[in-house]
Protein backbone atom coordinates (compact mmCIF):
# COMPACT_ATOMS: atom_id res chain seq x y z
CA UNK A 1 0.00 0.00 0.00
CA UNK A 2 0.70 3.38 -0.55
CA UNK A 3 0.25 5.83 1.91
CA UNK A 4 0.82 9.87 0.97
CA UNK A 5 0.47 12.42 3.84
CA UNK A 6 -0.29 16.09 3.18
CA UNK A 7 -0.20 18.46 5.74
CA UNK A 8 -0.83 22.19 6.41
CA UNK A 9 -2.84 25.30 6.82
CA UNK A 10 -5.96 25.64 5.04
CA UNK A 11 -6.35 27.40 1.82
CA UNK A 12 -2.64 25.58 1.40
CA UNK A 13 -4.36 23.68 -2.09
CA UNK A 14 -3.71 20.30 0.01
CA UNK A 15 -7.79 19.13 -1.20
CA UNK A 16 -7.25 20.17 -4.55
CA UNK A 17 -3.33 18.76 -5.02
CA UNK A 18 -4.41 15.43 -3.57
CA UNK A 19 -7.36 14.98 -4.95
CA UNK A 20 -5.51 15.33 -8.99
CA UNK A 21 -2.49 13.31 -7.76
CA UNK A 22 -4.73 10.64 -6.34
CA UNK A 23 -6.53 10.41 -10.27
CA UNK A 24 -3.06 10.62 -11.89
CA UNK A 25 -2.15 7.94 -9.62
CA UNK A 26 -5.12 6.03 -9.00
CA UNK A 27 -5.30 5.78 -5.78
CA UNK A 28 -7.87 6.86 -3.06
CA UNK A 29 -8.22 10.29 -1.83
CA UNK A 30 -9.46 11.08 1.60
CA UNK A 31 -10.53 14.48 2.58
CA UNK A 32 -10.24 14.54 6.35
CA UNK A 33 -11.06 18.23 7.01
CA UNK A 34 -14.44 17.20 5.52
CA UNK A 35 -15.29 14.39 8.91
CA UNK A 36 -14.25 17.29 11.29
CA UNK A 37 -16.44 19.51 9.01
CA UNK A 38 -19.04 16.97 9.31
CA UNK A 39 -18.94 16.63 13.16
CA UNK A 40 -19.04 20.71 13.21
CA UNK A 41 -22.19 20.53 11.02
CA UNK A 42 -24.14 18.02 13.74
CA UNK A 43 -22.82 19.98 16.33
CA UNK A 44 -24.11 23.05 14.53
CA UNK A 45 -27.75 21.51 14.00
CA UNK A 46 -27.68 20.58 17.39
CA UNK A 47 -26.95 23.81 18.58
CA UNK A 48 -24.36 22.86 21.19
CA UNK A 49 -21.75 24.43 21.69
CA UNK A 50 -18.39 23.59 20.17
CA UNK A 51 -15.99 24.51 22.05
CA UNK A 52 -17.48 22.45 24.79
CA UNK A 53 -15.81 19.06 25.11
CA UNK A 54 -18.68 17.35 27.18
CA UNK A 55 -21.03 18.74 24.92
CA UNK A 56 -19.72 17.56 21.91
CA UNK A 57 -18.76 14.46 23.31
CA UNK A 58 -21.96 13.52 24.22
CA UNK A 59 -23.18 14.25 20.87
CA UNK A 60 -20.72 11.77 19.34
CA UNK A 61 -23.04 8.22 19.74
CA UNK A 62 -25.25 9.82 17.51
CA UNK A 63 -23.37 10.80 14.73
CA UNK A 64 -23.15 7.94 12.01
CA UNK A 65 -19.93 8.84 9.28
CA UNK A 66 -19.78 6.91 5.81
CA UNK A 67 -17.07 7.93 3.31
CA UNK A 68 -18.57 7.03 -0.24
CA UNK A 69 -16.48 7.77 -4.03
CA UNK A 70 -19.01 8.44 -6.55
CA UNK A 71 -18.56 10.30 -9.42
CA UNK A 72 -14.94 10.22 -8.94
CA UNK A 73 -15.16 12.46 -5.89
CA UNK A 74 -15.49 11.54 -2.14
CA UNK A 75 -18.65 12.52 -0.74
CA UNK A 76 -19.39 12.16 3.43
CA UNK A 77 -22.78 11.30 4.78
CA UNK A 78 -23.79 12.32 7.95
CA UNK A 79 -25.94 9.29 9.48
CA UNK A 80 -27.32 8.44 6.02
CA UNK A 81 -27.50 11.99 4.22
CA UNK A 82 -25.09 13.34 1.78
CA UNK A 83 -23.73 16.76 3.19
CA UNK A 84 -22.61 18.05 0.32
CA UNK A 85 -21.44 21.69 0.02
CA UNK A 86 -23.26 22.51 3.96
CA UNK A 87 -19.52 21.78 5.22
CA UNK A 88 -17.85 23.96 3.28
CA UNK A 89 -19.03 27.45 4.70
CA UNK A 90 -16.42 29.82 6.80
CA UNK A 91 -18.67 29.02 9.67
CA UNK A 92 -18.05 25.38 9.13
CA UNK A 93 -14.45 26.41 9.20
CA UNK A 94 -14.65 27.61 12.53
CA UNK A 95 -17.20 24.44 13.94
CA UNK A 96 -14.47 22.04 12.30
CA UNK A 97 -11.64 23.70 14.23
CA UNK A 98 -13.32 24.22 17.55
CA UNK A 99 -14.30 20.56 17.65
CA UNK A 100 -11.30 19.24 16.39
CA UNK A 101 -9.38 19.97 19.41
CA UNK A 102 -11.11 17.42 21.97
CA UNK A 103 -9.58 14.37 22.27
CA UNK A 104 -13.23 12.01 22.03
CA UNK A 105 -13.51 13.85 18.36
CA UNK A 106 -10.12 12.96 17.50
CA UNK A 107 -10.41 9.32 18.88
CA UNK A 108 -13.77 9.19 17.06
CA UNK A 109 -12.05 9.65 13.91
CA UNK A 110 -8.99 8.47 14.25
CA UNK A 111 -9.51 4.35 13.55
CA UNK A 112 -11.76 5.26 10.43
CA UNK A 113 -9.25 7.13 8.98
CA UNK A 114 -6.38 4.34 9.62
CA UNK A 115 -8.41 1.54 8.22
CA UNK A 116 -9.44 3.42 4.51
CA UNK A 117 -5.43 3.86 4.70
CA UNK A 118 -4.73 -0.09 5.52
CA UNK A 119 -7.17 -1.27 3.03
CA UNK A 120 -6.19 1.42 0.38
CA UNK A 121 -3.38 2.95 -1.26
CA UNK A 122 -4.34 6.57 -0.39
CA UNK A 123 -3.24 10.16 -0.29
CA UNK A 124 -4.17 12.05 2.60
CA UNK A 125 -4.71 15.56 3.55
CA UNK A 126 -5.49 17.23 6.76
CA UNK A 127 -3.50 19.22 9.66
CA UNK A 128 -1.51 15.92 11.82
CA UNK A 129 -1.73 13.37 9.09
CA UNK A 130 2.23 12.52 8.46
CA UNK A 131 2.60 13.15 12.71
CA UNK A 132 -0.86 11.55 13.90
CA UNK A 133 -2.77 9.65 11.82
CA UNK A 134 -0.10 7.90 9.49
CA UNK A 135 3.24 8.31 11.35
CA UNK A 136 4.67 5.69 8.78
CA UNK A 137 3.28 7.02 5.83
CA UNK A 138 6.19 6.58 2.72
CA UNK A 139 5.60 10.16 1.86
CA UNK A 140 5.18 13.45 4.22
CA UNK A 141 4.90 16.23 2.44
CA UNK A 142 4.03 19.78 4.64
CA UNK A 143 2.23 22.34 1.89
CA UNK A 144 2.27 25.78 2.84
CA UNK A 145 1.62 29.48 1.40
CA UNK A 146 1.28 32.95 2.06
CA UNK A 147 -1.76 34.09 4.28
CA UNK A 148 -2.68 36.19 1.52
CA UNK A 149 -2.53 33.56 -1.32
CA UNK A 150 -3.99 30.92 0.82
CA UNK A 151 -6.95 33.37 1.68
CA UNK A 152 -7.41 34.47 -1.93
CA UNK A 153 -7.85 30.66 -3.05
CA UNK A 154 -10.29 29.94 -0.28
CA UNK A 155 -12.03 33.36 -1.28
CA UNK A 156 -12.15 32.06 -4.71
CA UNK A 157 -13.80 28.40 -4.25
CA UNK A 158 -16.53 29.88 -1.75
CA UNK A 159 -17.33 32.40 -4.31
CA UNK A 160 -17.47 29.88 -7.26
CA UNK A 161 -20.02 28.00 -4.92
CA UNK A 162 -22.36 31.06 -4.58
CA UNK A 163 -21.12 32.10 -0.93
CA UNK A 164 -21.96 35.43 -0.50
CA UNK A 165 -18.42 36.33 1.50
CA UNK A 166 -15.38 39.05 1.31
CA UNK A 167 -11.47 38.77 0.95
CA UNK A 168 -10.85 40.36 4.27
CA UNK A 169 -13.57 38.06 5.87
CA UNK A 170 -11.86 34.85 4.65
CA UNK A 171 -8.93 36.36 5.62
CA UNK A 172 -9.64 37.11 8.99
CA UNK A 173 -11.32 33.96 9.59
CA UNK A 174 -7.89 32.05 7.91
CA UNK A 175 -5.76 33.63 10.30
CA UNK A 176 -7.75 33.07 13.66
CA UNK A 177 -8.20 29.10 12.40
CA UNK A 178 -4.48 29.22 11.63
CA UNK A 179 -3.46 30.83 15.06
CA UNK A 180 -6.26 28.06 17.45
CA UNK A 181 -4.64 25.23 14.66
CA UNK A 182 -0.74 25.91 15.36
CA UNK A 183 -1.56 26.60 19.29
CA UNK A 184 -3.60 23.40 20.29
CA UNK A 185 -2.23 21.38 22.51
CA UNK A 186 -3.37 18.16 21.20
CA UNK A 187 -2.21 17.24 17.69
CA UNK A 188 -1.44 20.66 16.06
CA UNK A 189 -1.19 21.66 12.76
CA UNK A 190 2.79 21.15 12.06
CA UNK A 191 4.79 19.45 10.07
CA UNK A 192 6.55 16.15 10.75
CA UNK A 193 9.98 15.82 11.48
CA UNK A 194 10.58 14.02 7.98
CA UNK A 195 8.00 15.67 6.34
CA UNK A 196 9.59 17.92 3.08
CA UNK A 197 8.13 21.61 3.32
CA UNK A 198 6.41 23.03 -0.27
CA UNK A 199 5.64 26.58 0.00
CA UNK A 200 3.55 26.95 -2.96
CA UNK A 201 2.91 30.47 -3.10
CA UNK A 202 2.73 31.42 -6.72
CA UNK A 203 2.16 28.42 -7.99
CA UNK A 204 -0.42 26.67 -10.26
CA UNK A 205 -2.85 23.85 -9.48
CA UNK A 206 -0.51 21.88 -12.73
CA UNK A 207 2.98 22.90 -11.09
CA UNK A 208 1.66 21.99 -7.55
CA UNK A 209 0.68 18.43 -8.99
CA UNK A 210 3.79 17.95 -10.86
CA UNK A 211 6.00 18.70 -7.50
CA UNK A 212 4.37 16.08 -5.51
CA UNK A 213 4.01 13.25 -8.03
CA UNK A 214 8.01 13.97 -7.91
CA UNK A 215 8.47 13.90 -4.72
CA UNK A 216 6.40 10.11 -4.56
CA UNK A 217 8.53 9.45 -7.56
CA UNK A 218 11.91 10.21 -5.76
CA UNK A 219 11.05 8.66 -2.57
CA UNK A 220 9.13 4.92 -4.19
CA UNK A 221 9.68 5.21 -7.73
CA UNK A 222 5.98 4.92 -8.35
CA UNK A 223 5.48 7.24 -11.72
CA UNK A 224 1.73 8.32 -13.16
CA UNK A 225 0.44 5.62 -15.75
CA UNK A 226 1.11 6.65 -19.21
CA UNK A 227 -1.80 7.65 -21.19
Not at 60 to 79: A, T
Request: net charge negative; aromatic share 4%; charged share 25%.
Amino acid sequence: MLNIALDGPGGAGKSTIAKAVAARLGIVYVDTGALYRTIGLHVRRRNADPSDCAAVEALLPEISLEIRYEDGGQQVYLNGTCVGDAIRTPEMSHYASAVSVHPPVRAFLLETQRKIARENSVIMDGRDIGTVILPDAQVKIFVTASPECRAERRWRELVAKGIDTTLEAVLTEMNERDARDAGRELAPTAAAEDALLFDNTGFDLAQSVAFVLGVVAGKTGILPPRG
